[in-house]
Nanobody
Framework: QVQLVESGGGLVQAGGSLRLSCAAS????????MGWFRQAPGKGREFVAA????????DYADSMKGRFTISRDNAKNTVYLQMNSLKPEDTAVYYC?????????????WGQGTQVTVSS
C-alpha cells in the first residue's frame, strides 16, 4: 500500500515556475514508477510525466517536453515535478501516482491532487 500527498501548487503568472512535490509513505518506494498527471476543468485526466524506480529513465508528454522535469529522491520517498515557462493552459489539478510498471495510463495508487493556476 502506498499513500501519496502532493504539495507545491498555487497561483503563478504565465512564464513563471513552480515545483510540485509528492511524498510517499509505505515501503519500497524505489520499486515504484512514479507519474504525474493533470486534469483541467471539463477535461479528462492527462499524462504529464513518469520516472522509473531508479530515476534513470523518464517519459514526458510531448507538450511538456523541455518545460517540465520529473525527478525523484528515493532517500526522501519523494518525487518532484519542476514546471517552467508555465502557460495558462497548464492550469489544472496535478496528481501524482505510483505503480510497479512504467506507463502512461494505468496507475494503482493516486494522491489527492494539488491545484496549479497560471494567470495570463
Amino acid at each position: 500500500q502506498v499513500q501519496l500527498v502532493e504539495s507545491g501548487g498555487g497561483l503563478v503568472q504565465a512564464g513563471g515556475s513552480l515545483r510540485l512535490s509528492c511524498a510517499a509513505s509505505g515501503r519500497h518506494f524505489s520499486n515504484y514508477v512514479m507519474g504525474w498527471f493533470r486534469q483541467a476543468p471539463g477535461k479528462g485526466r492527462e499524462f504529464v510525466a513518469a520516472i522509473n524506480g531508479k530515476g534513470d529513465s523518464t517519459d514526458y508528454a510531448d507538450s511538456m517536453k523541455g518545460r517540465f522535469t520529473i525527478s525523484r529522491d528515493n532517500a526522501k520517498n519523494t518525487v518532484y515535478l519542476q514546471m517552467n515557462s508555465l502557460k495558462p493552459e497548464d492550469t489544472a489539478v496535478y496528481y501524482c501516482a505510483a505503480d510497479p510498471l512504467m506507463g502512461r495510463h494505468y496507475y494503482n495508487y493516486w494522491g489527492q491532487g494539488t491545484q496549479v493556476t497560471v494567470s495570463s
